[in-house]
Antibody, heavy 121, light 109 residues
Framework: QVQLVQSGAEVKKPGASVKVSCKAS????????VHWVRQAPGQGLEWMGI????????SYAQKFQGRVTMTRDTSTSTIYMELKSLRSEDTAVYYC??????????????WGQGTLVTVSS | EIVLTQSPGTLSLSPGERATLSCRAS???????LGWYQQKPGQAPRLLIY???SRATGIPDRFSGSGSGTDFTLTISRLESEDFAVYYC??????????FGQGTKVEFK
C-alpha cells in the first residue's frame, strides 16, 4: 500500500537547521507531487511548499522563501525538507503529504506520520 | 493571496445531529480546487472532499460538500462518534501555492 514514512523527532537550537526525510513506497515515486505542511502545537495546518519528484521543481510559500529547501532522491524514493535559521516559532509537527491524483498537485492524501521538530535553547 | 476563513471556530453538537461547516475565501476561487480534510487528535489529516463536491475514496456518504465562488460548506448529515474532530478547508492559491483555513472543531455537546 502507499506509505510515507518520516524521520524521527528532532531537537534543535535557535539558528540551527533541520532536515526531515519522507520515504515513499507503494507507488511510482516520480508520478506524484509531494507537499510539506506543518502544525504548531494546538494550531492549524500551514502549507509550506511542494516538490515535483519527477523533475525536482519546487514552489514555496512566501513566508518560507529563502529558509526552506525541498529536494528528492529518486534512487531511494525519498523527499527531504530542510529548514534553516530555526527559531522557537518553528516548533511544530512537520508532515509530508502526497498529492492524491497522479500528475495533479491539488489534494493531499496520504500523509506521513509527522515529525516533531522542537526548537529550544 | 487567498485567505480562507472557516466558521464557526467550534461547533458543539450531539451524535445524530447535522453539522454545517463554512469556508469563505477572500476572493472568488474555482470550486475545482477546494478540498476538505478531517484531523483527529494525534493523527495526520485525511482527505474527505475534493473539487468541492466529490468524496474521497472510502468516505461515508453522510459527508457532503457544496458551494461556489467564495462560500463553501461541508455538511455532515448525522454525526457519528468518530466524526468529532477538526476540519480544514484547503484551496489552490495561485502561483503554485496552496492555503488552509484555520479549522473548525466539532466537539461533543
Amino acid at each position: 500500500q502507499v506509505q510515507l514514512v518520516q524521520s524521527g523527532a528532532e531537537v534543535k537550537k535557535p539558528g540551527a537547521s533541520v532536515k526531515v526525510s519522507c520515504k515513499a513506497s507503494g507507488y511510482t515515486f516520480t508520478a506524484y507531487y509531494v507537499h510539506w505542511v506543518r502544525q504548531a502545537p494546538g494550531q492549524g495546518l500551514e502549507w509550506m511548499g511542494i516538490i515535483n519528484p519527477g523533475g525536482g521543481t519546487t514552489s514555496y510559500a512566501q513566508k518560507f522563501q529563502g529558509r526552506v529547501t525541498m529536494t528528492r532522491d529518486t534512487s531511494t524514493s525519498t523527499i527531504y525538507m530542510e529548514l534553516k535559521s530555526l527559531r522557537s516559532e518553528d516548533t511544530a509537527v512537520y508532515y509530508c503529504a502526497r498529492a492524491w491524483v497522479e500528475g495533479d498537485p491539488n489534494w493531499l492524501d496520504p500523509w506521513g506520520q509527522g515529525t516533531l521538530v522542537t526548537v529550544s535553547s | 493571496e487567498i485567505v480562507l476563513t472557516q466558521s464557526p471556530g467550534t461547533l458543539s453538537l450531539s451524535p445524530g445531529e447535522r453539522a454545517t461547516l463554512s469556508c469563505r475565501a477572500s476572493q472568488s476561487v474555482s470550486s475545482s480546487y477546494l478540498g476538505w480534510y478531517q484531523q483527529k487528535p494525534g493523527q495526520a489529516p485525511r482527505l474527505l472532499i475534493y473539487g468541492a463536491f466529490s468524496r474521497a475514496t472510502g468516505i461515508p456518504d453522510r459527508f457532503s460538500g457544496s458551494g461556489s465562488g467564495t462560500d463553501f460548506t461541508l455538511t455532515i448529515s448525522r454525526l457519528e462518534s468518530e466524526d468529532f474532530a477538526v476540519y480544514y478547508c484547503q484551496q489552490y492559491g495561485g502561483s503554485s501555492t496552496w492555503t488552509f483555513g484555520q479549522g473548525t472543531k466539532v466537539e461533543f455537546k
